[in-house]
């Protein structure tokens, strides 16, 4: 009697994607700091928003405000041709987005500019677009679905050249910070790995407001003592002019627009020469 048999799936474009995320951010000695806050005092103003931000939403313009006031959040650790520190001039978050590519799950990234200057209303409304657009209408999605297809070796060395010859090029492509979390599902994250410097992520947040929030760092460009700190800074930042900006339930200020395109690179080009590394 022959022994039953399985089959052969062929590996797709967002688990490519994920498998050359995994090969490089494995190389990186990343370590988690906790900290459990209480963010009681946003529930209400949260949820009677009129933009009915998401708490991913407040997460990402609380640490953007943080790495504003600290610019060792916004280092990166680059290798080639020599070791060196850069640091960016403002935040972009890279925040990790689960949509369905031809019937299977898959995890993209949208990235955001500067979210410390932008308002909530128009942080929430990149998230959505993200989403919700058709993919094929986000061109940092269909660039990633792109190169995807690139054979192996190529594709690793346009990862490898992207994260470690320019700085300016490195943040454009991957940004300076990440932002992910299973909160909405009841779920924590332990450990997720990246390879950027600072990674941020929060699990369930209970119905007194308590949560359990991680900053996962790059022990190259930061210390432990250092990442602490920052964490109680983004709990004083979340109960502070993120709560203010929620209390004044404006959706954009009078010097913004709504933004059709949150979109704001291509992902993994070929990196382009630079004398500002």
Not at 158 to 187: D, H, I, M
Not at 194 to 210: H, K, W, Y
Not at 219 to 235: F, I, M, P, Q
Request: net charge positive; hydrophobic share 40%; proline share 9%.
């Amino acid at each position: 009697m022959h022994e039953p048999t399985g089959i052969i799936i062929p590996i797709s474009g967002p688990r490519r994607f994920i498998n050359d995320l995994v090969h490089f951010a494995r190389r990186i000695p990343s370590v988690p700091v906790s900290r459990s806050m209480n963010l009681s005092r946003l529930m209400v103003p949260r949820q009677t928003h009129p933009a009915k931000p998401s708490w991913v939403t407040l997460f990402m313009k609380a640490y953007a405000l943080v790495a504003a006031e600290n610019p060792p959040l916004r280092r990166a650790m680059l290798t080639w041709p020599r070791m060196r520190l850069y640091e960016h001039p403002q935040s972009l978050c890279s925040l990790a987005v689960e949509r369905v590519v031809d019937g299977e799950e898959g995890v993209f990234v949208g990235q955001f500019r500067a979210p410390e200057a932008q308002s909530l209303g128009q942080i929430q409304q990149s998230v959505s677009s993200y989403k919700n657009d058709p993919l094929d209408s986000i061109g940092y999605f269909r660039q990633a679905l792109r190169v995807s297809r690139v054979p192996t070796v190529l594709r690793r060395l346009l990862w490898w050249a992207a994260l470690n010859v320019s700085g300016p090029k490195r943040a454009k492509r991957f940004g300076t910070f990440g932002l992910t979390s299973y909160g909405s599902l009841g779920a924590e994250s332990l450990h997720p790995i990246s390879p950027l410097t600072t990674t941020v992520t929060f699990g369930p947040i209970d119905a007194q407001g308590n949560v359990c929030v991680k900053i996962i760092y790059d022990h190259r460009v930061l210390d432990g003592a250092y990442v602490a700190r920052r964490l109680a800074d983004l709990e004083a930042a979340l109960n502070g002019p993120v709560l203010e900006e929620l209390l004044r339930r404006e959706i954009f200020s009078d010097a913004e627009t709504p933004i059709k395109r949150p979109h704001i690179a291509t992902v993994l080009a070929p990196a382009e020469p630079s004398t500002h590394h």
